[in-house]
């Protein structure tokens, strides 16, 4: 999904840089020239700190107006990062997936909803793929009606079973 945002808008317009956790991943290979990458090298999993620190570097650097994370992990680290930051960009989170479902069966499930409701409560707009989705993160987490808006998903499931993409890929993320 940021692959597709940043050649959407492109470095025309905007002066645009991916900042993964890690190096690698087949659509990076997709950006068009003029978009950077800065690779924040996550050493490992338990690396929550590190890499908040390496992320408010990355701010510094570069001064975002602007920055667009997806999936709650970084998402979190998005929000932490700009807590300490002296730069203060606009924070939009983006969420695919309602967590109350999953994050009981995990570790530290209370810390890391707080985690989730704090990155939505500082964000400047919350971005959901689905209505059930926008009201559950609004129910749960607090959020004002207008913080939270719906984006459909953009991945054009029905041309992708059409075509019989779906098939060739090796980790199918769309329902056959």
């Known amino acids: 999904m940021i692959v597709s945002i940043a050649k959407a808008f492109g470095p025309e317009k905007y002066n645009i840089v991916i900042v993964p956790f890690a190096d690698g991943g087949e659509y990076f290979d997709m950006l068009r020239p003029g978009i950077e990458k800065h690779v924040l090298n996550r050493p490992c999993r338990w690396s929550f700190f590190s890499i908040i620190v390496r992320l408010r570097l990355a701010y510094w650097r570069y001064q975002p107006e602007m920055v667009v994370s997806t999936l709650f992990y970084a998402n979190i680290i998005s929000c932490f990062a700009?807590?300490?930051?002296?730069?203060?960009?606009?924070?939009?989170?983006?969420?695919?997936?309602?967590?109350?479902?999953?994050?009981?069966?995990?570790?530290?499930?209370?810390?890391?909803?707080?985690?989730?409701?704090?990155?939505?409560?500082?964000?400047?707009?919350?971005?959901?793929?689905?209505?059930?989705?926008?009201?559950?993160?609004?129910?749960?987490?607090?959020?004002?009606?207008?913080?939270?808006v719906r984006i459909h998903n953009p991945v054009p499931i029905d041309e992708i079973k059409r075509q019989g993409i779906w098939k060739k890929l090796k980790y199918a993320d769309c329902a056959g």
């Open 82 to 148: 700009r807590l300490g930051s002296a730069s203060k960009p606009m924070l939009i989170v983006c969420e695919h997936g309602y967590h109350r479902n999953y994050l009981p069966t995990e570790r530290f499930t209370e810390l890391k909803k707080w985690m989730i409701k704090t990155s939505h409560l500082r964000a400047y707009k919350v971005v959901s793929v689905s209505r059930a989705i926008r009201d559950a993160l609004e129910k749960h987490n607090g959020l004002k009606r207008g913080a939270s």
